[in-house]
């Protein structure tokens, strides 16, 4: 069993440093994310507008995975390496990419200030529950309050403590999308901002 526990503990620190080594910084000190676009037919959603426009689900899904092992505040770059996107492309794409990101962030403190809320409204329904448990003398249905108002009680803690720093942690990612620097390279390397 301890032999399997340092298999364990050698196994997540090997993970943890192979992950820091294979993330690249640009010389600003952001974490760079590179993408290959061989095709950019599929870039933006095909449901955006013009004005408004969005990258699309696939697109998001890569950014969010490549930059998935990194703390969520952390300044990043969007390398894309290909031949097939021209400069009024680059412009929407960047846009897309913020456009997508804010609609993110908007949702997600939206969703805090609605946790923040239920959290304030079980806890005070818990303690009000505490409250009448007291007066009643029934031994049954004494029980009955007091797990009820337990319950309350659990359901504020978990979504405060364990909900809250999810949506947080979310939303920083988001702020780093938002703000992330994208620069476009041929793929034969050419660096073009």
Request: net charge neutral; aromatic share 10%; glycine share 4%.
């Given at each position: 069993?301890?032999?399997n526990?340092?298999?364990?503990?050698k196994s997540?620190?090997?993970?943890?440093?192979?992950?820091?080594r294979?993330?690249?910084?640009?010389?600003d000190?952001?974490?760079v994310?590179?993408?290959?676009?061989?095709d950019?037919s599929?870039f933006l959603?095909v449901?955006?507008?013009?004005?408004?426009p969005?990258?699309s689900?696939?697109?998001?899904?890569?950014?969010?995975s490549?930059?998935?092992?990194l703390?969520?505040?952390?300044s990043l770059?969007?390398r894309?390496?290909s031949?097939?996107?021209?400069d009024?492309?680059?412009?929407?794409?960047?846009e897309?990419i913020?456009?997508y990101?804010?609609?993110?962030y908007?949702?997600a403190?939206?969703?805090l200030?609605f946790n923040l809320f239920?959290?304030?409204m079980?806890a005070?329904?818990?303690?009000?529950t505490?409250?009448?448990a007291f007066?009643v003398?029934?031994n049954?249905?004494?029980e009955?309050?007091?797990?009820?108002?337990w319950?309350f009680l659990w359901e504020?803690?978990?979504?405060?403590v364990?909900?809250?720093?999810?949506?947080?942690?979310n939303?920083r990612r988001?702020?780093?999308y938002?703000?992330m620097?994208?620069?476009?390279?041929?793929?034969?390397g050419?660096k073009?901002t």
């Amino acid at each position: 069993m301890r032999k399997n526990r340092i298999s364990l503990s050698k196994s997540r620190k090997a993970a943890y440093k192979d992950a820091k080594r294979r993330t690249e910084y640009d010389a600003d000190g952001r974490a760079v994310i590179n993408m290959t676009v061989r095709d950019d037919s599929d870039f933006l959603s095909v449901y955006s507008e013009r004005e408004t426009p969005f990258i699309s689900s696939d697109v998001a899904e890569f950014i969010e995975s490549s930059s998935h092992s990194l703390r969520p505040g952390q300044s990043l770059t969007l390398r894309i390496h290909s031949d097939c996107i021209d400069d009024g492309e680059r412009q929407d794409y960047r846009e897309g990419i913020q456009e997508y990101y804010s609609e993110k962030y908007i949702a997600a403190k939206r969703e805090l200030r609605f946790n923040l809320f239920a959290v304030i409204m079980l806890a005070l329904a818990g303690i009000a529950t505490l409250i009448l448990a007291f007066g009643v003398d029934n031994n049954i249905w004494s029980e009955v309050i007091d797990i009820a108002a337990w319950v309350f009680l659990w359901e504020s803690v978990d979504i405060g403590v364990f909900k809250l720093r999810e949506i947080n942690a979310n939303r920083r990612r988001y702020l780093s999308y938002i703000s992330m620097k994208v620069e476009y390279l041929p793929l034969s390397g050419e660096k073009k901002t």
